[in-house]
């Protein structure tokens, strides 16, 4: 797939920007939520103190990554977009694209979300989240990360 070309006009890099930050307003609040429930249901069993109160965080981001990596494969394997796309009117193509494809691309980005929660790992998933952004700038003119590549796709304007 590296000399195909996308099935419209590529989305620029702030509409992707938007369209994570977008989700990620809605992923945050999932994820405080989880993490209240994990931390009170830890302290309740005393498992808290004993892993010196890290283990409500470190589940909550793997379980709220996990939920996120999913509904990225879910809703790309359907609709072809997720909420964030389909309010930017991007949305990703082909179309036809195998599941176990959208799983990989599901699984490079977002998927290390999950692995936020551990500490000095949570470092290097922020320098990569910034380094697939730094990368998609700079792929010019198609605007592809990793993900992308790695899956066969792209990100395209909506027009529908």
């Known amino acids: 797939m590296a000399g195909a070309r996308p099935g419209g006009t590529p989305a620029e890099w702030w509409e992707r920007l938007a369209t994570r930050l977008i989700e990620g307003l ?13 931390w009170a249901a830890f ?5 808290s103190e004993a892993t010196a109160g890290r283990l409500p965080g ?6 709220a990554g996990l939920g ?3 509904y990225e494969w879910v809703a790309l394997s359907g609709a072809g977009r997720t909420f ?3 309010i930017m009117k991007i949305r990703v193509t082909p179309r036809d694209l195998p599941r176990a494809a959208l799983l990989k691309r ?27 952004g730094m990368i998609i700038l700079i792929d010019k003119p198609l605007q592809r990360g990793p993900h992308d590549r790695l899956a066969g796709t ?3 304007k909506d027009l529908r």
């Open 43 to 47: 302290r309740t069993v005393g498992v």
């Open 58 to 63: 470190v589940a909550a981001w793997f379980l």
């Open 154 to 156: 792209f990100v395209v």
């Open 26 to 38: 809605v992923f945050g609040v999932f994820y405080y939520i989880l993490f209240i429930v994990l």
């Open 106 to 132: 599901a699984l490079v980005y977002p998927g290390p979300v999950m692995l936020m929660g551990i500490p000095l790992v949570n470092l290097l998933g922020g320098i990569y989240v910034f380094a697939v």
């Open 68 to 70: 996120y990596t999913a």
């Open 84 to 86: 964030g796309k389909a």
